[in-house]
């Protein structure tokens, strides 16, 4: 059997049946003598070992992957070959008067050599596929990167990134604040940029859905904090929004949205300032005992956002009237005119708020 002429008829039935191979005429028909004279080599010699470096199969498996296709083209031009190529034996069996047993043989070796060459083209499928899928993991990573870093200052490299990791630029994103855990996340949508490696992992999410269930549902076991939605180049702010909600939330449940959380955020964007406006309004409270202040301060904060007499304030504070009467006569004792001047009140509220959220940080 004359390998040339076997391997052009062959290559004349595939083009047939899938045309899409006839732009590739000189790489298939390679791959078809090559997968004849391997076929040859193992009749003649059955038990010598396959050469490791023929890799040509694995090529052909790798260059349908690249070329946009699955794998049924190729196994359907491997079955193809197959019957030409076992027409031609028959031919050839004929004219050397083989026996039945003689052509059983070469049946049975004709189908583990098409399943070996299955197989190859299988690992080449499979190989290029993991490559393409690594190198846009990172071309993502790099992205993500660049959107967290200081995007707007270099908004062209950004694009630029966006286009090379395949990532269609949305008008909203939000970032997603995680922490650490050794639950399964493998539920997220295609287009969620992911980093699960960082210290403090998170996720850049591309024109968000409203709500928390999706994000439940694609990470459980997670604790979860979604920032702020923003327009792609604010996105380190939404990042710090949800890592600082994230730091705030302690037990509040699985997934806590910055935007619940605004007016904490906002008190405690500069720590050192809220300490300093809490301990500078509050000062006429601290030569009281800790019992005092407690009970004064937390009088004060609810007096001032009561806006109501003392049967309102003592219902939220689940006292006596006459109990918040003589506080705030203590208060205004303390106070003084303070307590009736429209921006002392919003001083005091202000730094009464940044008080207990520094103490519950």
């Not at 791959?31 to 396959?50: M, N, T, W």
């Not at 995007?151 to 994103?173: K, S, T, Y």
């Amino acid at each position: 059997m004359e390998v040339a002429p076997v391997s052009v008829s062959i290559f004349d039935a595939i083009e047939k049946a899938i045309p899409e191979y006839s732009g590739f005429r000189d790489n298939v028909v390679d791959g078809i003598r090559q997968a004849l004279v391997k076929f040859v080599d193992r009749i003649a010699s059955p038990d010598s070992e396959p050469d490791p470096h023929d890799d040509i199969h694995r090529k052909l498996g790798a260059w349908e992957f690249k070329s946009g296709r699955s794998l049924d083209s190729l196994q359907a031009a491997y079955r193809i070959g197959a019957r030409v190529a076992w027409r031609h034996v028959c031919a050839f069996a004929e004219q050397r008067a083989l026996s039945l047993r003689e052509m059983s043989v070469l049946g049975e070796a004709m189908i583990a050599h098409v399943d070996e060459l299955v197989s190859l083209s299988v690992e080449g499928y499979a190989a290029a596929q993991a490559s393409a899928a690594g190198t846009l993991e990172r071309k993502r990573r790099k992205l993500m990167e660049l959107l967290a870093g200081d995007p707007a200052g270099n908004w062209q490299a950004v694009l630029d990134a966006a286009r090379a990791a395949a990532w269609p630029m949305p008008e909203r994103l939000v970032a997603v604040a995680l922490e650490p855990s050794d639950a399964p996340a493998d539920g997220l949508p295609a287009d969620v940029l992911v980093d699960f490696e960082d210290a403090h992992p998170y996720l850049l999410v591309p024109n968000p859905p409203a709500g928390a269930r999706w994000l439940r549902r694609a990470l459980p076991g997670w604790r979860a904090a979604v920032g702020v939605p923003v327009d792609p180049q604010e996105a380190p702010r939404s990042l710090a929004s949800a890592r600082r909600v994230l730091a705030l939330a302690g037990e509040r449940g699985p997934v806590v949205h910055a935007a619940d959380h605004l007016v904490e955020l906002t008190v405690l964007a500069d720590e050192f300032l809220a300490r300093q406006l809490a301990r500078r309004a509050l000062e006429p409270l601290a030569p009281l005992t800790e019992r005092q202040r407690t009970k004064l301060a937390e009088t004060l904060l609810v007096w001032l956002s009561a806006r109501g007499g003392a049967p309102e304030v003592a219902a939220r504070l689940q006292v006596h009237p006459q109990t918040v009467r003589y506080r705030v006569n203590q208060l205004e004792e303390l106070f003084g005119d303070r307590m009736h001047d429209a921006e002392e009140r919003f001083t005091l509220e202000l730094a009464l708020r940044a008080h207990y959220f520094l103490r519950r940080d």
